[in-house]
């Protein structure tokens, strides 16, 4: 790259930079004032100000992506795709410590979670391996591999995994912001475009291949989603827990949904509220952050699943079993 193109991006990027560092004091302002209303001045610390606006951001892709997973019956891609960052993770951190070059976990935890997405896919087409088999090979293999590596680094490499492997607020910075405002971005941006052929895909596999729809580009777009989503979501969940914002948002949702959109709707309602009521609990009961926003969500699902036995919801449920509406809300 010569100068010339260097100081071209440069000015490019500095602009952009700016932008993001308002937004981020404007975000912080405001979270502050709400919580002081609320609860308390939880939201005034810089690093509460930081996990609170990488919540949100999970909240948003986790579900909307984890949408279409459930449907597909595929919820258990999160948790290999999240076993594969975790792989990621340690081959960044274990060059950094071995080779002394400068290597981003969150980068190459990117990278590896994209390459098994893609290889779930390829082995379910090109061999005789089911979808389920070919994620617990590629499950097993990353956490191999990762429990490799771990064992050739040093002992500081083990602490840092730890705070991948449950997530840290104090991990969650600028940077990290930055980097998951991108993959939100993309995330959101893809699924907009695609939003028609994805659900055709998800709930008339065979009319879609019928209709021309690249079926098998789909799925592969649909595995590469996931794998952004749970890099972005493993600085403030860690790789361990971040496959549960993939799904129990959504099973909470249509507990209570009557169509596809409003369940995917209701599941950023319930993310939201989980990362929300997460963060503050962690932060006044002093419990670990991950842990306290997945149980939370698991808690907005029981509340769900009881709501969708009173009237009228109860009557809406009972309607849609008789008519054998075994997966899921409408499309419409």
Do not use: K
């Amino acid at each position: 790259m010569t100068s010339t193109t260097l100081t071209s991006l440069l000015f490019v990027l500095a602009p952009v930079e700016r932008a993001f560092d308002a937004f981020v004091g404007l975000f912080g302002d405001a979270a502050c004032a709400a919580g002081r209303a609320t609860v308390g001045g939880v939201f005034c610390e810089g690093y509460m100000q930081l996990a609170l606006l990488a919540g949100v951001g999970v909240g948003v892709v986790a579900p909307l992506v984890g949408t279409f997973l459930v449907h597909r019956r595929l919820a258990l891609v999160g948790d290999t795709l999240a076993h594969a960052a975790f792989a990621g993770v340690a081959l960044g951190l274990f060059v950094g410590s071995a080779y002394e070059v400068a290597v981003s976990p969150e980068v190459s935890a990117l990278v590896v979670a994209v390459l098994a997405a893609l290889g779930i896919q390829t082995l379910v087409e090109r061999t005789d391996a089911a979808g389920d088999v070919a994620m617990a090979i590629v499950l097993s293999g990353a956490f191999a591999l990762g429990t490799v590596l771990m064992s050739l680094g040093s002992g500081g490499l083990s602490v840092s995994i730890h705070q991948y492997l449950f997530g840290s607020l104090v991990l969650v910075d600028r940077a990290s912001v930055g980097l998951l405002a991108v993959l939100v971005a993309v995330v959101v941006g893809t699924v907009a475009l695609t939003y028609r052929s994805l659900v055709f895909v998800t709930f008339d596999e065979t009319a879609a291949r019928v209709a021309g729809v690249p079926v098998r580009r789909y799925e592969r777009l649909l595995a590469v989603l996931t794998a952004l989503v749970v890099v972005a979501a493993m600085q403030i969940l860690g790789v361990i827990l971040v496959a549960a914002m993939l799904v129990v948002p959504v099973a909470a949702a249509t507990q209570v949904a009557s169509s596809f959109r409003s369940s995917l709707a209701l599941s950023v309602v319930a993310a939201e509220l989980a990362v929300v009521a997460g963060l503050v609990v962690s932060y006044y009961a002093g419990t670990q952050g991950s842990g306290t926003v997945v149980l939370l969500a698991i808690g907005v699902f029981c509340l769900a699943a009881g709501a969708a036995r009173l009237p009228p919801l109860g009557v809406r449920a009972r309607v849609r079993s008789r008519l054998g509406q075994r997966d899921g809300p409408r499309t419409r």
